[in-house]
């Protein structure tokens, strides 16, 4: 039968994250989507972290990454010394580490459908990327509309619709805050700068992780920012 080590740094990591060295690397909270899905979830469950923030799109950008992973890219989840790189690799990590705090749903069915739904934003809706890109507190209304946009916009209301109609119009998308509703608050956040409309069930999930503490903050913070990318600030007519 398979067990999962658990990670000696991780395991003394809710008493002192700093001692324990449990450090996540991010990017600015106003642009980086890929940052925010490990953020909110290790916040959504309790999971202490010293937090580090890299400027993205600066001179030193490159470098100061690569003195944490040279995949070059945020976010980085470093364990002491293991280092783990990409949103859903951390994710997974976070999940076989704490494995009390349920960050999958624990019925099997479900999880697998929660996995390849994250693996699906993980590797898909490159048109809703490039054409609806997140930037908390901006408003581009009707911006971004292109058909790949649209279907993009389609196939995830389709997922959050299946999930839904079985666990409930006033739940998250398995019940319970996971994983897989810290995967789509980035496409949350997209919704609402872009004012997507939606059928009300849907609408009602894009408010209620809106409304999580743990996106609550990460929206509260990226609005404060002062580090602007002008180009990502206004949307070509």
Request: charged share 20%.
């Amino acid at each position: 039968m398979h067990t999962t080590d658990l990670d000696p740094f991780v395991s003394q990591a809710l008493g002192d994250p700093k001692k324990a060295g449990l450090k996540l690397v991010i990017g600015n909270k106003r642009y980086s989507s890929w940052s925010m899905r490990p953020w909110v979830a290790m916040t959504a469950f309790n999971i202490p972290f010293e937090e580090i923030t890299i400027k993205l799109q600066q001179p030193d950008t490159s470098s100061r990454i690569a003195e944490y992973s040279l995949a070059g890219r945020v976010p980085v989840l470093i364990a002491g010394e293991t280092t783990v790189w990409d949103s859903l690799a951390i994710c997974e990590y976070l999940a076989e580490q704490f494995p009390e705090k349920n960050l999958w749903p624990e019925n099997v069915a479900q999880r697998a459908l929660a996995r390849s739904m994250c693996a699906e934003m993980h590797s898909g809706f490159a048109d809703l990327r490039s054409a609806m890109w997140m930037n908390i507190g901006a408003r581009f209304p009707g911006k971004g509309r292109t058909a790949g946009a649209q279907a993009d916009i389609g196939r995830i209301s389709e997922m959050w619709e299946e999930c839904l109609s079985v666990a409930g119009a006033h739940e998250y998308l398995f019940g319970d805050f996971t994983i897989v509703d810290a995967y789509f608050a980035p496409v949350v956040m997209r919704f609402l700068t872009y004012t997507v409309s939606l059928a009300p069930a849907l609408q009602g999930y894009v408010d209620r992780v809106a409304a999580h503490p743990a996106t609550v903050q990460w929206m509260r913070a990226a609005e404060a920012e002062t580090d602007r990318l002008a180009y990502l600030d206004n949307y070509p007519d």
